[in-house]
């Protein structure tokens, strides 16, 4: 079948391929652009790696589920390999091939190697690569954690196989600390930390590590006197390792450890972790392997110490890469606003808002082109109503009366008061704003009295879709 406005097929199996590689397609990289009817699929970015097949193909459940794997073609491939022209040869290194009669010779299930031509081979992601030695960083205990001291963490460094290794050559490491758990954000560790606010993070040496991945490291920074309750410490690691070194597929792959965050009380009283509203699992439902900044940081939990309600990207936007955004206020990145504002994606513009937040660099990350896939009932993407495809049951519904106001510079009202910053995170146009406003008050937001569970318009029941 051929879409008859662009010639484009809209065979099942390439249309969905297409969709889903959208932005990086080969021809979209090259500057062209994916489109059947009116509808655009270019900007589509697939929250997890294309090369992951199985998110699609399980190869488990469906009848005939393991045809991904021995039914190569030149529709089937070339959907996403769309730079490929199978019958010239141009960009197949396999050469010419006037059908499919032959793909499935040289392009196997599976090979002797990874990063080889079978078909598991060539999709392996380099991360994930059996040839890497891993990293696995376990914190096992804060010392000295009292209000007033400079806590001490020990941890091991291992191996995928549970071995011990000596801090990798050229990694980084390094700890963060913040609290209370009650509520992050407002803690300052000194007055030599201007860049982080409400958090300390400090890097660690090999210093700290004997050869077979036993560490120790102190804090230079105390927990606040005066401080109660539970604090957090997070770690986050990253190595780089040479694979295949000495054949032609050698590369570099450069990837972090899994991050892991644990509580200690500063005063004596019980340990209560953070309260948690969403969990990693529940993002990797679509991103199967959340990871951002680089590799470093994977898990929600530790998200949460730095993407707290006072932080910004105020460090970084002085030097964005775009020069209006310079001058443009800082963008709050608090991670309920964040989250919510970033899946909201494409809809903002409609609101009469963007959310673009200067990264490392100065890189600019405009986010209001983000097609959130979950679909309404006619079809539509962008449903982001179900709210427990992140949130953990019920979470959504308990409104964080009281919490601390989050700061958004570049909203309408800054800052805004904890529920405000949450619901208005998607409802993210001046109306909604303004009502939030009219229902605040000197002793606080008065939300809960209308949108509480059980009442007309809680939380679930203005957001039922069927
Ligand atoms: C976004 C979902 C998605 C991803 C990711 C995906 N596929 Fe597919 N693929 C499909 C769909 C849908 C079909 C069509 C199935 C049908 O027609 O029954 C298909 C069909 C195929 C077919 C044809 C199978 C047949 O029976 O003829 C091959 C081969 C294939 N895919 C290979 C791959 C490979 C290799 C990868 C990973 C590099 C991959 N696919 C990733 C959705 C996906
Ligand atoms: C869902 C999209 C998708 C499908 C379908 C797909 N591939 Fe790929 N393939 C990729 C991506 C992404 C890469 C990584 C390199 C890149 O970005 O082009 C890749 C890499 C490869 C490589 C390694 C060479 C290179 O360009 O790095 C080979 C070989 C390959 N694919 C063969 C196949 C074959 C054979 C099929 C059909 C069975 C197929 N692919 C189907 C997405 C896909
Ligand atoms: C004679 C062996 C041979 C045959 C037959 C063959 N290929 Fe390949 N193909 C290769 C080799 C070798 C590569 C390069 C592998 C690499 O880069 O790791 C390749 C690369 C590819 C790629 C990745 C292209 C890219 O983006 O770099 C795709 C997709 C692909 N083949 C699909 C097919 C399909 C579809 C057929 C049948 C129409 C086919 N091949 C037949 C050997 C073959
Ligand atoms: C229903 C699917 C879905 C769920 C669930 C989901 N996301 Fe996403 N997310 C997307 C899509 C689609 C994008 C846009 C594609 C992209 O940039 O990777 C995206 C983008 C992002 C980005 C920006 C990515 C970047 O590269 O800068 C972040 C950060 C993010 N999501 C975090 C999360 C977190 C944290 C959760 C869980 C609390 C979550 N997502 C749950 C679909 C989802
Ligand atoms: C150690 C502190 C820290 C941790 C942990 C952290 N971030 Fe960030 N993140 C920041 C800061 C600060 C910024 C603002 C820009 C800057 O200063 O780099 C930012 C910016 C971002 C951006 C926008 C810029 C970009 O590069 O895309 C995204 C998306 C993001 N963080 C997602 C996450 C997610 C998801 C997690 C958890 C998996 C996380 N961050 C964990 C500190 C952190
Ligand atoms: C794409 C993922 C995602 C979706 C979908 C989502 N949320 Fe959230 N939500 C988050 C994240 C991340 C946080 C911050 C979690 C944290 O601070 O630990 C959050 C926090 C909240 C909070 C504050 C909770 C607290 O205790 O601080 C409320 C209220 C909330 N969301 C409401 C909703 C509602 C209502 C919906 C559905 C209409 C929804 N969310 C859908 C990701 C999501
Ligand atoms: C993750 C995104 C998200 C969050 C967070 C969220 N909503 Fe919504 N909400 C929606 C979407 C999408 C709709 C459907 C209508 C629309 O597109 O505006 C909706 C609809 C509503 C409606 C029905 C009226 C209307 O605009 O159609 C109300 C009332 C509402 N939300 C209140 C809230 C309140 C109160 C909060 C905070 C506790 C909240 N929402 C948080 C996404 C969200
Ligand atoms: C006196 C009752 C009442 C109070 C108090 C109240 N709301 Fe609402 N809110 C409503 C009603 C009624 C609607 C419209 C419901 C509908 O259309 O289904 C609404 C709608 C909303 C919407 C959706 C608006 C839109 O434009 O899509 C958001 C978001 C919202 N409220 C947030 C809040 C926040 C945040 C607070 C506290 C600061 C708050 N509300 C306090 C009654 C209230």
Not at 121 to 146: E, F, M, Q, R
Not at 236 to 242: G, I
Request: contains cysteine.
């Amino acid at each position: 079948m051929i879409d008859s406005g662009t010639g484009q097929s809209v065979d099942f199996k390439v249309f969905i391929h297409k969709i889903h590689r959208g932005s990086s397609l080969p021809s979209v990289v090259a500057g062209g652009k994916y489109t059947i009817g009116s509808s655009d699929w270019s900007t589509v970015v697939y929250p997890a790696d294309v090369r992951r097949c199985e998110t699609c193909h399980d190869p488990k459940t469906a009848t005939q589920a393991d045809h991904y794997n021995t039914n190569p073609s030149a529709e089937a491939c070339g959907a996403c390999h769309d730079n490929v022209n199978f019958a010239s040869g141009v960009n197949h290194a396999g050469g010419p091939q006037p059908d499919n009669a032959q793909c499935a010779m040289c392009h196997v299930p599976k090979g002797e190697l990874e990063f080889d031509a079978s078909i598991k081979g060539a999709h392996v992601i380099p991360v994930d690569s059996s040839y890497l030695t891993g990293l696995v960083v376990n914190l096992a205990k804060v010392t000295n954690g009292n209000a007033g001291q400079k806590p001490t963490v020990t941890f091991t460094l291992k191996d995928n196989n549970g071995n011990g290794i000596a801090f990798p050559t050229g990694g980084t490491l390094s700890l963060t600390m913040a609290g209370p758990t009650s509520d992050y954000g407002h803690t300052s560790f000194g007055s030599d930390v201007t860049t982080t606010p409400g958090y300390v993070t400090e890097s660690v040496t090999a210093a700290a590590c004997d050869g077979s991945g036993n560490c120790s490291y102190t804090f230079t920074h105390a927990v606040p006197a005066g401080s109660t309750g539970t604090y957090a410490i997070g770690v986050e690691a990253r190595r780089s390792e040479v694979i295949l070194a000495g054949t032609t597929k050698q590369q570099t792959v450069q990837y972090g450890a899994k991050n892991q965050v644990v509580y200690f009380s500063v005063d004596g009283s019980p340990v209560q972790a953070r309260r948690v509203v969403v969990q990693t699992s529940n993002c990797n439902r679509c991103h199967v392997e959340l990871s951002l900044h680089g590799t470093l940081r994977n898990q929600t939990q530790y998200c949460e110490i730095c993407h707290n309600p006072s932080n910004t990207d105020f460090t970084q936007r002085p030097s964005a890469t775009v020069a209006a955004q310079k001058t443009m206020p800082n963008q709050g990145i608090a991670f309920d606003l964040m989250v919510h504002r970033i899946h909201t994606g494409e809809n903002l513009p409609g609101m009469g808002r963007d959310y673009t937040i200067i990264g490392y660099g100065g890189s600019v990350n405009d986010f209001s082109d983000v097609r959130y896939p979950a679909m309404n009932a006619a079809g539509t993407t962008g449903d982001t109503r179900n709210c427990e495809m992140c949130h953990n049951a019920g979470t959504e519904t308990k409104l964080p009366f009281g919490k601390n106001a989050v700061v958004d510079p570049q909203g309408p009202i800054n800052p805004d008061q904890a529920i405000t910053a949450a619901c208005t995170g998607c409802h993210a146009d001046l109306p909604a704003a303004s009502h939030a406003l009219v229902n605040t008050s000197t002793l606080g937001e008065s939300c809960q009295a209308c949108h509480n569970a059980g009442f007309d318009y809680s939380v679930s029941s203005v957001h039922a879709q069927y």
